[in-house]
C-alpha cells in the first residue's frame, strides 16, 4: 500500500466536522485475491469551536479583473464562492466581492470631439426601396488618439412606388378576310400581358383592322338575268311570310338575291370570343343547303365572318 496523503479540510468552517484522508493499492496480492486493507480513512475535525451557528464556509479568493481603465484611474474586482452556507440556513454574512481602485499608465489622449450630424443626404432612388447617409466630421487632431467612433449613417428610404408601363404581346397573324367577295376586313389582336401601374405609360391598341377585298361580287347581267333575279326576290318574299307562319323553310334558306342559284342556310350564331378581355375573336358560318344546276360555282362557297370582341384590358 502506499503511504497516506495528507488529510483533506476540515468539512466545517466552524464546529465539528469531519475531514478525509486516502491511500491506493501499489501492489495486489500474487494469488489474485481481493485486498482488503482500507484506501480510505474518515475522522472527526473541530474548527474554531467558538464560532455561531449562522457562520459559512467560502472559498479562497479569485484572481483580480483587469482594471477598467486603460489608463489613468480605473477599478477591478475579485469574487469568491459559498461552499457551504450557515447551518442555521441563514445568509451568508462573508463577503463574496472586493472592489478597488486601480492606476494604469497616464492617458496622453483626449476624447473625440465630433462635429453634429449632418442632414440626410437625397434617396439614392428616384422611387421604390433605396438609401440614404449622413456624416459627421471628427474636430480633434487625429494624432492624439485614435477616435473610434461611426463618422457615417445609412438607413432605408421609401420613395413612391415606381411606374409600370403596360406590357402587350406580339400581334397575332391576321385573320382571313370577313367576306368571300367584294369588300371586307380582316383583324389581328394582341394580349395584355401587364396593366399599368403607379401612373406608367397606357395600353396601345390591341384590335386593328384592316381592308380586303378578295374579287368583285357576280351580280349577273341582262334583262334576262334581272327577270330572273325579280322571280327570286318574289320567292325569297314567299319563304319570308310562310317562316314568319311557321314554316321552316324560312329558318333555312338565305336570300338568293345574294347568292344567285344557291340555297343558303341562315348564318350561325357567333362563336364564344377566344379571349375575356385584352381583344379576342369571334366567327360565324353561312353554308350552302343546296346549289342549283345554274349556279356559279365561285357565287356557292360558303362565307365566314370575323368580327373582334372583349377588346377592353385585362
Known sequence: MSEWITWSPCSMSCGMGLR????????????GSVCTLPTEEN????????????SCLVTEWGEWDSCS???GL????????VKMPPPDGSICGAEVLEVEKCMMPECHTIPCMLSPWSDWSDCSVTCGKGMRTRQRMLKSPVELGECTEDLE???KCMLPECPTDCMVSEWTEWSECNKSCGKGHMIRTRMVKLEPQFGGDSCPETVQRKKCKIRKCNRGGGQGQVNSDEKKRRKEAREKRRSKQGGRQGEET????EHPGCKMRPWSS???CTKLCGGGIQERLMTAKRRLKSAQLPSCKDRKEIRACNVHPC
Do not use: I, L
Open 153 to 155: 449613417q445609412v438607413e
Open 254 to 257: 338565305t336570300s338568293t338575291a
Open 270 to 272: 357567333w362563336t364564344d
Open 43 to 54: 475522522e472527526k475535525c473541530t474548527v474554531n469551536e467558538e464560532c455561531t451557528p449562522n
Open 74 to 81: 480605473g477599478m477591478k474586482r475579485r469574487e469568491r464562492m
Open 69 to 71: 481603465a486603460t489608463c
Open 20 to 31: 478525509s484522508r486516502e491511500r491506493y493499492v501499489k501492489q495486489f496480492p500474487d494469488d
